[in-house]
Every structure is written in structure tokens, then in C-alpha cells.
């Protein structure tokens, strides 16, 4: 059974569900109305907005530009209105920080090469990093969970201390003995979570040790990803000046070599980690010194929609992120993260989406229901468009009807199955289901819940207030032995192209199961769009409580 998370004691949307919402059947029977999707238009926008002219998107440069342009004109031509007064751009409030490659990292006596063996940054206004001699403390998984029992931080106080950090949460180590959600990973494993809480605890620092099965991804996502600027959301004073000091990642290699020089054996405090709650002062330091800077600018979300014809403020919201992580002048030879399957291919997804809704609704079948298409910025910088969006929403939360996300559509050709990220969550997946069963298709769940997903795209933003939510597509046994013999080989060629700069547009892509996709996400929105329902989350679901279904 899924468990409460902090953020769940935000106050119930009573106002969610309607008056009559537990009378009105689920899905209404509404025949669909055929999609026939331009797969050469799509191929075209994945194609332009993952070129090198776009330098990977990163936003607050000249890719953020061209994207937004490129954008806005895509749906001012559709007809779609701009939601912002009129424009299509949402100023999302961002700072970026810059921490230098020349970085003394010392842990323990023992020297640390930055990239190599740590990454580290500061969330902070402050020039210059320079920490002598913090205490180190290792705390298990970093987690403080009422609802388990569970809190790694017991009687410490890290007023001036490091925590040291396993990724993921007990479940994963320990699946067959029921701790939190097995396998599949809790936000409590999330990277984000144990930052949060490491400031909440007042230490100093959090280093988070990087294992590559726990986390689901290599070290090379890590130092890509987590170098050059970091954008956060401008907080507030009291806000930032809570977070920890420095954060970052050290990898399994050299936290071995650290735990060693402590006198300790890492394997082994894992395995009582992930039996209990623990911690355990190392009695070693850390000496960390950095320069570090903050540029402060606008970013923005692209935000169009679509009127509907009765039932206009209620909103049913497309999102995907548009953002990359842009480019790296240091590296030798191909220095661009072009970013087209992550998430060109999703940005691209959602505009033929609108396009088909716009053209029916040209046709006099435009849906009762609003759409609203937003495009996010900053996402791979820790969902940062659509926490701006969800916390200074353009239409109320409490009107909006269910969000559906792509980040990264099916490039692997047509399957037989249709995969749901962190499925059972919520009434919303009825829709999905009855839109692939059309297709011959079944829902599964995603084949590694131990990744986090549910927790990791812009649709959680929205969960996290109790907008119903999914991130779906894709799946994984192929329609034809074709269609695999395919995969087998694309797959190989795109292995270890997250977050790298081996991500671009291929022209040998089989997009014939992202257009699958496409159309069931439309035939869900366009059947909840002619109806009265309003999604709710299940009762064992950790949003239950903010949007209760019926």
C-alpha cells in the first residue's frame, strides 16, 4: 500500500469532485472522433527543435529564445489563444548557479577529483564556497518518514555537519520484506527529497552516493547533468537560507575509499541501512572550497489554449518540457545535448495534439471542456516550470480537470501493450485504458518502478496538489517480430544517450508507436472533454486525500 508524503498535508481541494460527481458515470459514451496524425510534421518539429541551431535548449539562452519563438508561432497558427494576457509566454522567476570545475574537495583526508569522483554545487547567492572540517555523518537513506517509523536523523543534530546520503529508499534494497513500496521507488528516494530534508535537519551539506542500479541511471547522467549551470526557482529569503550549504553527488568508488578511511565497511552499513533507520558520525571531515555565482533571469512557459464550448473554465492541461541541458564548451569534440527523444520528441508530441483538437474544433467538434497546452521550462533542473505553473497557475488548480504529460515518446515502433507510470494511481487511467483497448493494446506498469518515475516529470507538479496526473506511452513487448528485431538494434544505438549528447534526431526512428501514443492521449482528453466527470485518486493512492475518486 502506497504511503502519505509530507507534502499531503496540503489542504483538500474540497471543491474538486463537483457536486454531482459521484453520479455521473466515469466515461461517458461518446463516440470518437477519427485522429489521423501528420507523421512528417512531427518528424519535422523533433527534427528543428533538437538541431544544433537550438544548442540544446537550455533555458535563459539563445536555444530558450528560438524555442519560445519557434512555439508561440506553432500555436498562434493554430488558432490557439495565448494564455497570458493574450501571450503565450509565462515568466517563470530563475536564478542559475555556477560552481567552478577548479573545486578542492578533501573527505576524510582523501583528495576528490571534481567530475570524476564528485560533483558538488551551492544553491546560493554566495560567491564562494569554503567549508574547514565539517563533521561527516552517514544517514542511511536520509529519510524521515512518521507514517514508516523510519528517520534516519534520530537525536542528531547537522547544525554544522555533511550528511552522506544512499540513494533510493529501503525498498529497494529489501523488496520481499515490505518496507515502504518494495521496488518501486517512494518520493523518500527521490534526489530532490533528501535535499529538502537535509535542510529541513539544518546540516550544513548533503552528498548523496551514486550506485547506478538504485538510481537507475550511470554516473555520466550525474556529471552531465549536475555540471555547468544550475537553475532554481528565485525563493524566498527565509526559504534559501534554510537549504544546505553544498550539495551533490560522490561516487560509489570514492565513498568506498572514504568509509575505508573511517574504519568502516560501506556494503555493510548499507545492509543495516536498509534494515532500520540509522546513523553513524564518521568521526572524519570535510574541507570543501569552490567559487560559485548566481545570474539571475526570466524563463519562460509556453502556455496556449484552446476555449471550450460550455464547461470553459474547466481546463484539461497537456504538458511537456521543452528544455534540455544546452551545451558544454569544455567538452572535446560534440558539444551539444541536442535533447530529441528528452523531450523534443514530447514537445513535439503535444503540438500535434493541439493541432488535431484545433482543426475539429474549426470543424464545429471542438470538445465542451478548455485544453490548455503548457510547454514547461526547466524541467530537467528539478520540475521548475511546472512548480512555478502549479503554484501561480493562469487557470485554478481546483478547475483543472487532469493533466497528461509526455516526456519522451515511443521511438521503438508499435507494441502490443501501453505503459503507465506508476500505475493505479488514479480514475484518469480508466480513460487511458479504454483508449488502448481500441487499439488492441493493454496498460501495464513501467517495467522498472525502482526508477522513481511517477516522481521525475512535470505531471507530478501537478499530483502534488491533487490534480489527477499521468505520464504514460510506450511499452514493452513489440507488436512484431519486425518491430523487435528493430527495437534490439535502435535500442543498442541509443544506449547511454540520456542526458548526453548522443540524444539527436535520428531520420531511422520508427515513430509509427509514438503516433499510437498520441492518439490515446487525445481519445482520453476528447472523451473526458465531452463529459462531466471529474477525476479522483484511488484510495490507496498517497493523493487520495486531496482529490478523492468517487
Known amino acids: 500500500m502506497k504511503r502519505w508524503f509530507p507534502f499531503c498535508a496540503i489542504a483538500l481541494l474540497s471543491a474538486c469532485n463537483g457536486d454531482d460527481a459521484s453520479t455521473i458515470t466515469p466515461i461517458a ?77 578533501s573527505l576524510a583526508g582523501i583528495d576528490l577529483q571534481y567530475r570524476q569522483d564528485v560533483v558538488l554545487g551551492s544553491r546560493h547567492d554566495n560567491n564562494q564556497v569554503s567549508i574547514k572540517n565539517a563533521p561527516l555523518v552517514f544517514v542511511g537513506y536520509g529519510i524521515n518518514a512518521p507514517e514508516y517509523n523510519w528517520n534516519d536523523y534520530q537525536d542528531l543534530d547537522m547544525k554544522g555537519k555533511i550528511a552522506v ?22 518520493y523518500y528516494g527521490r534526489w530532490s527529497y533528501k535535499f529538502e530534508e537535509a535542510s529541513r535537519q539544518g546540516a550544513l551539506g548533503a552528498i548523496i552516493i551514486h550506485d547506478t542500479k538504485p538510481a537507475s541511471y550511470p554516473w555520466s547522467v550525474v556529471e552531465n547533468s549536475w555540471t555547468g549551470p544550475q537553475q532554481d526557482l ?26 575505508d578511511k573511517a574504519g568502516l565497511s560501506l556494503s555493510a552499513l548499507m545492509d543495516r541501512a536498509a534494515d532500520s533507520a ?49 551545451k558544454d564548451d569544455s567538452k572535446a569534440g560534440d558539444q551539444i545535448y541536442n535533447g530529441a527523444l528528452d523531450n523534443a520528441s514530447g514537445t513535439a508530441g503535444i503540438l500535434e495534439i493541439a493541432r488535431q483538437f484545433a482543426k475539429q474544433a474549426k470543424a464545429g467538434q471542438g470538445l465542451k471542456r478548455s485544453l490548455t497546452f503548457i510547454a514547461t521550462t526547466g524541467e530537467e533542473q528539478g520540475l521548475l516550470g511546472s512548480r512555478y505553473y502549479a503554484a501561480n497557475p493562469i487557470y485554478p488548480i481546483d478547475k483543472t480537470v487532469a493533466v497528461f504529460n509526455l ?7 508499435k507494441t502490443k501493450d501501453y505503459t503507465i507510470v506508476g500505475k493505479g494511481q488514479s480514475e484518469l487511467e480508466v480513460y487511458l485504458d479504454k483508449a488502448a483497448a481500441s487499439q ?10 525502482a526508477s522513481g518515475g511517477f516522481f521525475r ?28 528485431q528493430y527495437k534490439a538494434a535502435m535500442s543498442n544505438t541509443m544506449k547511454g544517450c540520456y542526458h548526453n549528447v548522443c540524444d539527436h534526431y535520428r531520420a531511422e526512428w520508427d515513430l509509427s508507436g509514438a503516433l499510437q501514443d498520441l492518439a490515446v492521449y487525445y481519445q482520453a482528453a476528447q472523451t473526458l472533454g465531452n463529459n462531466q466527470h471529474w477525476p479522483g485518486y484511488y484510495a490507496d493512492s498517497e493523493f487520495h486525500s486531496l482529490r478523492p475518486a468517487k
Open 29 to 105: 459514451q461518446v463516440a470518437p472522433i477519427s485522429v489521423s496524425f501528420d507523421e512528417q510534421r512531427f518528424r519535422s518539429d523533433i527534427k528543428t527543435l533538437s538541431s544544433d541551431k537550438f544548442e540544446g535548449r537550455a533555458p535563459t539562452t539563445l536555444g530558450e529564445k528560438l524555442t519560445l519563438d519557434y512555439l508561440s508561432a506553432a500555436f498562434k497558427d493554430m488558432g490557439l489563444s495565448g494564455a497570458v494576457n493574450g501571450s503565450y509566454l509565462q515568466p517563470v522567476p530563475m536564478v542559475s548557479y555556477t560552481a567552478s570545475e577548479q573545486q578542492q574537495v
Open 165 to 186: 546520503i544512499l540513494v533510493n529508499d529501503p525498498g529497494f534494497a529489501h523488496p520481499d520484506e515490505q518496507k515502504f513500496n518494495g521496488k518501486a521507488m517512494t
Open 234 to 259: 528565485v525563493l524566498a529569503k527565509a526559504q534559501q537560507d534554510a537549504r544546505v550549504q553544498v550539495e551533490g553527488w560522490i561516487t560509489l568508488d570514492a565513498a568506498n575509499r572514504l568509509f
Open 278 to 326: 540509522l546513523n553513524v558520525e564518521l568521526a572524519q571531515t570535510a574541507s570543501i572550497k569552490f567559487a560559485n555565482k548566481a545570474d539571475y533571469a526570466n524563463s519562460y512557459n509556453v502556455v496556449a489554449t484552446l476555449a471550450g464550448s460550455s464547461q470553459v473554465d474547466e481546463h484539461i492541461v497537456f504538458t511537456a518540457h521543452w528544455d534540455h541541458i544546452g
Open 407 to 413: 516526456d519522451s515518446t515511443n521511438v521503438y515502433g
Open 440 to 449: 488492441n493494446r493493454v496498460t501495464t506498469g513501467e517495467s522498472n518502478p
Open 457 to 484: 516529470s512535470d505531471h507530478f507538479s501537478f499530483a502534488k496538489l491533487g490534480v489527477p496526473a499521468v505520464f504514460a506511452g510506450g511499452g514493452a513487448e513489440p507488436l512484431d517480430e519486425t518491430t523487435a
